[in-house]
């Protein structure tokens, strides 16, 4: 069946890095684009970023421009979610969720196909 | 700031219709995508595009928008509806980029 699965709860000092595994199976890994969402305690969902698993190519939400990096190991069918220079506000659930790598079209409309398979969530804590 | 607007909270009685809105200037041009989080849960998607239900998802979910308005109306609401839910479509300051609204948490009475 198709899943993804993440890594473990990483506890990290302020100042560090992170970098979170998302590992699919059941699925064409390079059909599939893979985004990066997180959510701080109580609050909302935050889009973080997007990766092509295909080539590789990225695009980030200017909040993280310059401290995430997304990669991807097309052997083991897995992306990675590295950010830098961790605070106290970066203490969140990330998840990883894949979306068809098409766009449609209806009328004057253009649409996505959804972000239909999540990971479980990666629990990060910030503290000192 | 999100640029998708979301009222932060929706009741409905049991049984009855209820419709939550995202509104955002991305939308004119952009249908919204809608997620369905439980607490301790991974969201899951409940509609994209126009009107389209991914498999699983019960008929009662259904989609529209109009001008720069995307709305998700639950029709015949049910205990187990009572969720988080968000809209997310494509972020107005470049390609590929995407934006999720604040959320609107529907307490089903």
């Known amino acids: 069946q198709v899943q993804l699965v993440q890594s473990g709860a990483e506890v990290k000092k302020p100042g560090a890095s992170v970098k979170v595994s998302c590992k699919a199976s059941?699925?064409?890994?390079?059909?599939?684009?893979m985004h990066w969402v997180r959510q701080a305690p109580g609050q909302g969902l935050e889009w973080m970023g997007i990766i092509n698993p295909s080539g590789g190519s990225t695009s980030y939400a200017q909040k993280f421009q310059g401290r995430v990096t997304m990669t991807r190991d097309t052997s083991t069918s897995t992306v990675y979610m590295e950010l830098s220079s961790l605070r106290s506000e970066d203490t969140a659930v990330y998840y990883c969720a894949r979306e068809e790598q098409q766009k449609g079209v209806e009328g004057i409309y253009y649409y996505y196909y959804g972000m239909d398979v999540w990971g479980q969530g990666t629990t990060v804590t910030v503290s000192s | 700031s999100s640029e998708l607007t979301q009222d932060p909270a929706v009741s409905v009685a049991l049984g009855q219709t209820v419709r939550i809105t995202c509104q955002g200037d991305s939308l004119r041009s952009y249908y919204a995508s809608w997620y369905q989080q439980k607490p301790g849960q991974a969201p899951v998607l409940v509609i994209y595009g126009k009107n389209n239900r991914p498999s699983g998802i019960p008929d009662r979910f259904s989609g529209s928008s109009s001008g720069n308005t995307a709305s998700l109306t639950i029709t015949g609401a049910q205990a187990e509806d009572e969720a988080d839910y968000y809209c997310n479509s494509r972020d107005s300051s470049g390609n590929h980029l995407r934006v999720f609204g604040g959320g609107t948490k529907l307490t089903v009475l």
């Open positions: 059941g699925y064409t890994f390079t059909s599939y684009y």
